[in-house]
C-alpha cells in the first residue's frame, strides 16, 4: 500500500469495485427482469439469515464486479426497512479490499463511523463492514474482503 504524501496514510484502500447493492422486493422477479431486459445472469445466489436477505450476484461482461439483487426474508430486515424508506433501487456501493480490518482503522483514523467493530459474513464467505451512510455523502459504502477461495 502506497502512501499519501499529503496525509502520510495510504493511499490505496480499494483494489477495485466489487459490486453495486440494489434493493428489490422480490428476487426471484427481479432475476427474470435482468437477465430479460439486459441479458445478465445469476453466478451465485444465497440465503444470509444474519442480515436477513435472500441475494444474488448478476455478472456483468468478462470481469469480477457484480450486481447484487437483495431481497428481504422478513419485514424486519434492514433490506425490507429500506425499500419501505426510499423503495427499491440502488442500496450501496462496495469496494474490494485485501484487509478489511487494516482498511476500517484507517477509515475510522480519518474520522469515519463504521457499522460493525468487527467484521462481519458477507456473501460467499466474504468479510465486510460498512461506512456509515452519513460520513459518505449519503452512499452506504461496503467494504468486501472476499474468501481465500472467492475471485
Request: net charge negative.
Amino acid at each position: 500500500m502506497t502512501t499519501d504524501p499529503r496525509t502520510g496514510l495510504p493511499a490505496e484502500l480499494f483494489t477495485t469495485i466489487d459490486h453495486v447493492g440494489i434493493a428489490v422486493p422480490d428476487l426471484d422477479e427481479a432475476l427474470a427482469f435482468y437477465a430479460q431486459a439486459f441479458g445478465v445472469h445469476s453466478v451465485h445466489e444465497e440465503v444470509n439469515e444474519e442480515q436477513g436477505v435472500r441475494e444474488a450476484m448478476l455478472a456483468v461482461g468478462d470481469g469480477d464486479t457484480r450486481i447484487q439483487l437483495l431481497a428481504p426474508l422478513t419485514p424486519e430486515s434492514t433490506i425490507a426497512k429500506f425499500i419501505g424508506r426510499s423503495g427499491p433501487g440502488l442500496q450501496q456501493l462496495a469496494f474490494r479490499v485485501t484487509d478489511v480490518e487494516a482498511v476500517s482503522a484507517t477509515l475510522r483514523e480519518r474520522g469515519l463511523r463504521l457499522l460493525y467493530d468487527a467484521p462481519k459474513r458477507g456473501t460467499s464467505d466474504s468479510r465486510v463492514n460498512f461506512v456509515h451512510p452519513k460520513d459518505a455523502g449519503g452512499v452506504l459504502v461496503e467494504l468486501v474482503e472476499p474468501a481465500a477461495s472467492a475471485h
